[in-house]
């Protein structure tokens, strides 16, 4: 599995410079008016690269590019697409369009697709399929699209047990054609209850005579619909899967996961948490009108304005002492910086654990005592250069630079316990930590490390 992530992220990087390259080609062609070069062009990319072609162009050379995509390949480009960009190509569609562009779309990406879709849409889209994927297609629906079940491809191959491996292949053998990426068969009974699985593989290389029950693999159990992705994306690394069953709450098989989508469910993970840090989303299309991306990052900016108000508020409160030390107004920013560090180090730290399943409630407390003792070692080894360099630099005095390392010191301390305790706070109250743990951090980190240089300031000079 590793080794597939590593090859696909090495193609991700070589997608970038030639995405490039192929963006300054085609804005030129589109300049010129070059249809029949931009028409072989497109022939020649991947949906994956044509939709990165596509967010990276301003909304009038995107709808141009875009009516001039096949339209055998127009449902293969929209699942690539970030979902801001994807819908105002959709929303040029009318509802037949829609039909002929998805009709061919494994159902799993399908479903992506529909739950951005207004329910008259996706209702149509739903019956123009036969009735047994309009089933299927439902239930992947029912589910979070970060869960399991919003995972699942429904799309496989199930036999009931009791055949031998004679029988499978002759059943297979009747099939037109397997699904995509089939590496294993399912087994259940008669109600659809999961049992075990078999490899294709080895339906070559055993004895057809031979129950497949001799066979099946009963060791590696099935997810639940429910898990969340974190979750699933923890199963296949620990035991190296390319394809795991899912199962509703009455083990009833309802589909697989395979290794492609745990890989875009981990790079989705990743843009998220980066994008989440900034109170933005990942999703955004990157040329939005202007005013619809102010009025996105208008409430983010407005949480960041509150909290600057409260630690402009801490500062207010010591306004006498630096009004008489001045030299305190210089050496503050060091203090709340060096916090603010420390603490989003640890931040990032447990996020990261916790998304990936490795910091728990269990270990929790034994984390917090290392954290803690890693801030005490650093904090110390820091405010001692900090309180020889204040005096040295600045021409201070010594109460000053002791003050400043002591304060720096119970800010990089505070700030290890703040960086394992807020994610969890928010986990358990159901807010992504991701999402606020930033701006709780910086806050704490500046309100602490001002409130503590300045009140040990007032205490000891004043």
């Known amino acids: 599995m590793f080794l597939f992530i590593f090859d696909r992220v090495d193609r991700v990087e070589k997608n970038i410079s030639t995405t490039e390259k192929n963006l300054i080609q085609l804005l030129h062609d589109l300049e010129a008016e070059k249809s029949i070069g931009i028409q072989n062009k497109l022939s020649s990319l991947s949906p994956f690269e044509i939709a990165r072609l596509l967010e990276a162009m301003e909304p009038r050379n995107r709808n141009i590019l875009w009516r001039m995509v096949e339209k055998e390949d127009e449902g293969e480009v929209l699942k690539e ?66 869960s399991a079940g919003g995972l699942t491809n429904p799309n496989i191959l199930s036999i009931r047990r009791g055949l031998n491996i004679k029988s499978l292949i002759r059943y297979l053998r009747s099939l037109e054609k397997l699904p995509e990426n089939t590496n294993y068969i399912y087994v259940i009974n008669r109600n659809n209850e999961y049992i075990g699985s078999v490899r294709l593989v080895d339906l070559f290389t055993e004895d057809t005579e031979i129950p497949i029950e001799q066979i099946m693999d009963s060791q590696v159990g099935p997810i639940s619909a429910s898990s969340s992705a974190e979750q699933v994306i923890s199963t296949f690394q620990n035991l190296d899967l390319i394809s795991l069953p899912v199962v509703d709450d009455e083990n009833k098989l309802l589909g697989e996961i395979t290794v492609d989508d745990v890989v875009d469910a981990i790079q989705d993970q990743a843009n998220s948490e980066i994008f989440n840090m900034a109170g933005l989303d990942d999703e955004d299309d990157i ?142 109250i159901g807010i992504d930590p991701a999402l606020a743990s930033g701006v709780m951090m910086t806050t704490l980190t500046d309100v602490l490390g001002f409130v503590t240089f300045l009140g040990l300031a007032t205490l000891i000079l004043l």
């Open 287 to 428: 040329f939005a009108p202007i005013f619809v991306s102010s009025r996105r990052r208008a409430v983010w900016l407005g949480a960041n304005l509150l909290t600057a108000f409260v630690v402009a508020s801490a500062v207010s409160l010591f306004q006498s002492t630096i009004d008489q030390i001045v030299i305190l107004a210089v050496l503050m920013p060091i203090v709340a910086s060096m916090g603010g560090v420390a603490g989003n180090q640890t931040l990032i730290l447990v996020i990261r654990g916790i998304a990936m399943g490795r910091i728990q409630a269990s270990n929790a407390v034994r984390l917090l005592s290392k954290e803690m003792m890693v801030a005490l070692v650093n904090g110390t080894f820091w405010a001692i250069i900090v309180s020889v360099f204040a005096v040295l630099l600045f021409q201070t005095t010594w109460e000053i630079g002791i003050i400043v390392g002591i304060s720096m010191l119970l800010n990089i301390f505070a700030s290890a316990i703040a960086g394992v305790t807020i994610p969890f706070l928010l986990k358990k």
């Open 81 to 146: 697409l970030v979902e801001d960009v994807r819908q105002t190509l959709i929303d040029q569609m009318d509802t037949n369009e829609i039909i002929a562009a998805t009709q061919d779309l494994e159902l799993d990406d399908l479903a992506d697709i529909l739950n951005d879709l207004p329910d008259q849409i996706t209702d149509e889209v739903i019956r123009a399929l036969d009735r047994q994927d309009q089933i299927r297609l439902e239930s992947v629906m029912s589910y979070d699209e970060d």
